[in-house]
């Protein structure tokens, strides 16, 4: 009876979780190498220039991501990025002047890496938010 009972309250949990949590397959996220240099006046240092299109393939209007990034995220100067916001603990999101991205359509932001191509940033939906 006891491994029932658990058994009902694992579903449950389960049922909870998978009706909050958002699906990541909605957006598609592709990088774009643009570019990539050695710069002189920042120690011989190789950066790479990368655009990225986020595409929502869901059948709704999303209103904002909130896309994970990792140590691999190593923008230079910290703030060479653009058409995205990084929020304090280290997600990025939509801007305030772009209010959404409909169902189907396409958005691009971009930034500037240390590294070379080869190391491109580790780039994951975390959640996603609806009109």
């Known amino acids: 009876m006891k491994l029932i009972a658990l058994f009902c309250s694992l579903l449950i949990c389960v049922a909870f979780v998978a009706a909050n949590e958002q699906v990541n397959s909605d957006l598609n996220i592709h990088q774009t190498v643009i570019g990539t240099w050695t710069d ?60 959404s991205i409909n169902a189907g359509a396409s958005y691009t932001f971009g930034f500037i890496l240390l590294g070379s191509p080869s190391t491109p940033a580790n780039l994951s939906v975390r959640y996603l938010t609806y009109l």
Do not use: C, E, H
Request: charged letters at 20%; aromatic letters at 16%; zero cysteines.
């Open 40 to 99: 002189g006046s920042r120690g011989n240092r190789q950066y790479t220039q990368y655009d990225v299109t986020v595409t929502n393939v869901s059948g709704r209007n999303i209103k904002n991501f909130f896309i994970d990034t990792d140590y691999t995220f190593k923008v230079r100067d910290g703030n060479a990025f653009w058409n995205v916001i990084r929020l304090p603990n280290g997600d990025l999101s939509l801007p305030s002047y772009q209010t």
